[in-house]
């Protein structure tokens, strides 16, 4: 009996704690010809594999900044952005981004040809296997028989659809949503958490999502990032990982929903 608990000891549990995303100290700017407008200031938090991980705030506390400099697209004026330990130097194929606007899948290409480019373009794979990747996404989410249409034949549900398809095909170490569901009706908007969710459950990707919906938030995300109005600060984390559908409207859902209310938006005292 006395050898076996070392013998036991899971050796992935390190591993599985290793912070995959980690922002440091992220202060954000932008210089305009009048003044320099501070987007975020010194914000720190980790991402670990796995987590679905939401960035919660007023509209300009700098949600979407964050997001662009996790993307490598938006230089830190202060701190920095590590994946696995590496600085984020500019935008990679391991983090990819799906936006909240309809329009962002070219709409000379069919829905097959729109998941195929990133995975041909960036070389990831050939012309076959990127056909059977692409196939296998959209199978996936549900848009197997939509293959062969153009992108103004779907409806905006389907277009979200795509566009994470078309992210996940790439395998990204993090996938980054920005308000991807802000444009849809509040129906499809309900039925497209259900299936991210649904989605996560079987693929285990890493997300960090941007909304600016405390639902949405506690919805989606295992941990929630609370950040104050303009510039961006971390006001808060909170464990989401007991909220889902299944606890929309229930009383301690509307709890938390006030507490993060008055957190946000109500005084420091
Ligand atoms: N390209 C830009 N040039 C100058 N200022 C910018 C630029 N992009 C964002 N900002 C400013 O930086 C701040 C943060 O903007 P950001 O878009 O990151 O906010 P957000 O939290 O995503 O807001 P929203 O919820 O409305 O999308 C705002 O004050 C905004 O005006
Ligand atoms: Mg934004």
């Known amino acids: 009996m006395s050898a076996v608990p070392h013998l036991i000891e899971p050796a ?41 991980f939401v960035l919660l705030g007023a509209s300009g506390c700098g949600k979407s900044s964050l997001l662009k400099a996790i993307g490598g697209f938006l230089q830190p004026s202060a701190g920095r952005v590590l994946l696995d330990g590496v600085p984020v130097r500019g935008p990679g194929p391991d983090r990819i981004a799906v936006f909240q606007e309809f329009d962002q899948l ?32 959209l199978a996936k989410v549900g848009l197997a028989d939509f293959a062969h249409l153009y992108p103004h034949a779907l409806s905006g549900g389907m277009k979200a659809r795509v566009a994470i398809a078309r992210a996940l095909a790439m395998a990204p ?15 499809t908007r309900r039925r497209m958490q259900d299936e991210l969710l649904a989605l996560w459950e079987q693929e285990r990707f890493t997300l960090i999502a941007v909304t600016h919906s405390i639902e949405e938030a506690l919805l989606l995300g295992n ?37 993060i209310h008055r957190l946000l938006f109500g005084s420091m005292a």
């Open 12 to 52: 992935s549990a390190p591993l599985a704690a290793r912070p995959l995303l980690k922002v440091e100290a992220l202060s954000l700017e932008y210089a305009t010809p009048q003044r320099l407008v501070r987007a975020t200031h010194e914000v720190d938090f980790e991402v670990l594999e796995g987590d679905r």
């Open 223 to 259: 941990r929630v990032l609370l950040l104050s109005p303009h510039p961006g600060r971390v006001r808060a984390e909170l464990d989401a990982e007991r909220f889902g559908p299944a606890s929309l409207g229930s009383r301690e859902f509307q709890a938390q929903t006030q507490r």
């Open 173 to 187: 170490r993090v996938l980054l949503m920005d308000e991807p569901f802000a444009a849809l009706d509040a129906l």
């Open 106 to 137: 070219p709409p000379w290409k069919t829905v097959l040809a729109n998941v195929e480019f990133p995975l041909l373009a960036s070389r990831r794979c050939g012309r076959a296997e990127a056909r059977e990747r692409a196939l296998l996404w």
